[in-house]
């Protein structure tokens, strides 16, 4: 379980990836984030993911304006 993870351990995996803590600690609130989309998901009736494909497939989600 991610949780388990504490201050010690995210201060290494953050010196041996060459990160900050900060940015292990957002990597891992996005998994828990995503953990909990997916457990949705696959609770979702077949034709509710029908919709929900559509938009992932570029029909309802734009992508971010690029930095240039």
């Known amino acids: 379980d991610y949780t388990l993870i504490d201050g010690n351990r995210r201060k290494r995996i953050a010196r041996g ?38 938009l992932l497939k570029g029909g309802g989600m734009k992508p971010p304006p690029s930095a240039a």
């Open 17 to 54: 990836s060459g990160t900050t803590v900060e940015q292990i600690n957002k990597l891992m609130k996005q998994f828990g984030d995503m953990k909990k989309i997916m457990k949705k998901v696959s609770k979702m009736s077949p034709s509710s993911l029908a919709g929900f494909s559509s």
